[in-house]
Structures are given as C-alpha cells and as structure tokens.
C-alpha cells in the first residue's frame, strides 16, 4: 500500500526525523527537507520519556542505544528553590519496568545525531527552505528558496513553532510570547557533583524555576535550564546572556544553584513562545506534526515526545488506514493524537506538572501502539 507513495517532510527537526524514519521503515518513499545548510548540534540538553522510548525501539532499536550513552535517573527531585526542601521525589527509571521503558536525559545533539543516523543519508536535503507549496488534489509541488521544486504525493510538515505550512493553509499569525523566557548553560558534572546535585531535580518559587540535569551516563556535562518572567523585543529566536544576568534572576535561590550557575561559562536566553491549540492539523495532501500544530511552553519536557508520538500515530495512521482516503487518514490522526496533545499543551503551559506528588504513569506508561485507530 506505501509502496512508491512519495512523502515530503518539510522540517529535520526531532518531529521530521522520527516521522522520516518511521515511515521509511513502512516503504514510503521519503525526503526531508530543511532550511539549515546541515546538521548543527545545539547546545541544549533533552529529557525523553518512556512514551518516546517506546517509539524509538521501532527505528532498529535507537531505545537501547540511546540508554547506553544517556544519563538514567531513577527519580524527578522537585525542591523549593529557596531552602531546598523536598516537595516531591517522583519514580523514573525506578519504575522503568512499569512505565515499560527508561527515562533518558542526554545532550540534544546527541539525540538528533542519532535519530539522523536511523535515515538514508541520501534522503535527507539540507539547504531547503519551503517558501511554498501548491497541492492540486493529485500531488503537491514544492518550491524553495534555493530555486529548486520538487513534487510529491504527501506534505508533512514538520517545521515548528514558525512553520511555513501552517501560515499557507491557517494564515499568518505570530507566535504568542508567553511573557518567560529560558536561561539555558551546560556546566562539568564535576563542579555539580562537588555541590552534591540531584540527578534530575527542578527548583521552584513562585514566579520562576530551573530544572537541572546530567547529559550523559558518565555525568560530565550537568544542565541548566530555567522558566522565568522577563521583557523579550528581540525577534531572535536566542541571544546570548551572562552568568551576571542569569545570577541575578535567581539571586534569592539556594546556595547550590547559585554555585551551578557560578559553573556556567556560556550562557544564552530564549524566548518561550506558543500558540492556542488548531481546531484542524490537515488539509488536503498537507498534514502537520509536533510544534507546527501544538506547540508550548517546555514545562512537562514532553514538546519533543508529542512530536514523536505524532509521527509514531501518523505512520501508524498512513500504513494501517492507507493513502486512498487521505481525508479520512488525516482525520484518524488528528482524533487520535487531539486530545493528549491538547492536555499536554494545557499542563505544560500552565507549570503545574511533577511540582507535587502525583503518578505521571498517564504519561510516561502511554504506547501509540496500544492505540486503536478508526477511520
Ligand atoms: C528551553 C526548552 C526546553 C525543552 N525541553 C524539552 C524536553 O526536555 N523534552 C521534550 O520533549 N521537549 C522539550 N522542548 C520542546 C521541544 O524542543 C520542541 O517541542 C521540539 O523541538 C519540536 O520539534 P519539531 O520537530 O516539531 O520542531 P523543531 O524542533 O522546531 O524543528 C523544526 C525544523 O524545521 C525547520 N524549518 C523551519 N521552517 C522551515 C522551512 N520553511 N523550510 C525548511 N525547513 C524549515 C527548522 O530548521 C527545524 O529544523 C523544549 C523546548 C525549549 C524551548
């Protein structure tokens, strides 16, 4: 049934990889595309749950891999920022076998770089941006910025908070700016250790948090990653900050964030942008994914994973439903994924998630493959 059906992903960003390699493990012939002129490895940690884990075993078992080379924590630490008490100590990995499968933290290029490695290089055509798109019923051509067109059956898209896609078929509407942005810096897991970090914790006061966190199973690089209100004018989607700045917006936090941030050398802010929840992912041949349709503030880590699990539903939807009602296809995916997606957006936006003892097992025990799907 995928056999020779062309799919255009248009964003290599983790939602574009995961669909491009799920697909292409389903016979879809597919190519994807993106406005960078190659591969870059941001400077960021990650967190993956076992709801994405899950996923990843299906690319030649990338799960195993990336829990070979990831830190593994075994509980969530949430403290008052201020006296560093415990407010809540929530199972990860120490409830691996319930959730059915490990909660990994790791460098972000490192993530990207491996799920890269799950695609036919050749498939893959860096230095295209899609400035637009026309789909005539039978197939979708695609024009880019470097001049070159390109036709295929099915769009994907996959390009994130600003995409393309969606102002074409929703029209142009900016990014909301929620008002915070994130202070980002990786410190050595030497100087975290000596201060006697928590493996994964997030520290709160009322108006502002910074989740910490190792990147690596041998704990080199530790990770700073706050929530914070602050004026954002730029139209930059970073900038680069300083250790004074960062120092002061958390000057009244316990002495041991105070001694990460000591630690940080580079330091960058980004604005924390979304948008409200579509009542549509799809029109025609065109079907949108992960910060395209739903994006929101990282306060659940979970912004990625949904890309994932749509990727993972979308596959599922597109094989198992078939391409010769792609309007019924595409509506399957959108009542399968709507729902969660929504919830996800609604609690992460509103910084609630794992600040009190609750079981995440909704979240992190979830399978895209226990999903049923209707046409
Ligand atoms: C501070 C912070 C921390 C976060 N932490 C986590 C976390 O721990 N766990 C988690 O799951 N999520 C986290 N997230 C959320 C996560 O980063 C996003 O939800 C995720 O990256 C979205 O993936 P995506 O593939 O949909 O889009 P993106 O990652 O934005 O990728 C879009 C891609 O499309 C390309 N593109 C854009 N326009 C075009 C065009 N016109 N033509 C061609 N290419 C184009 C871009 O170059 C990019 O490569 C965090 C976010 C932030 C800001």
Known sequence: MSGGVRVGIVGAGLGGVAAAGLLQ?????????DQAPGFS????GIQFGPNVLKILAHLDGLDRKLAEISCLP????????TDGAVLAKIPLNAERERYGAPYITIHRGDLHQAMLDCIEPDRIKWGHKLVDFTDNGKSVSLEFENGLTDTVDILVAADGINSRVREKIFGLEEA???GWIAHRAIIPGAAAKALGADVNAKWWTADRHIVCYYLDRKEEEFYLVTGEPAEWTSRAGQLPSTREEFKAAFADYHP???GYIDAAETVTKWPLK???PLSKWHEGRVVLLGDSCHPMKPHMAQGAAMAVEDAAVLTRCLSE???ADLEGTFEAYYRARKERAT???TISNANTWLRQPEDPYWCYGDSVYDLKLTS
Do not use: I
């Open 25 to 33: 493990r389903q016979g879809f012939d597919v190519t994807l595309y």
């Open 41 to 44: 490895r941001l400077g960021a």
């Open 74 to 81: 075994d509980y969530w630490v949430s403290r008052n920022g």
């Open 176 to 178: 909301l700016y929620t």
């Open 256 to 258: 041991m964030v105070q």
């Open 274 to 276: 979304t948008r409200e």
């Open 321 to 323: 439903l078939g391409v």
């Open 343 to 345: 919830k996800v957006q």
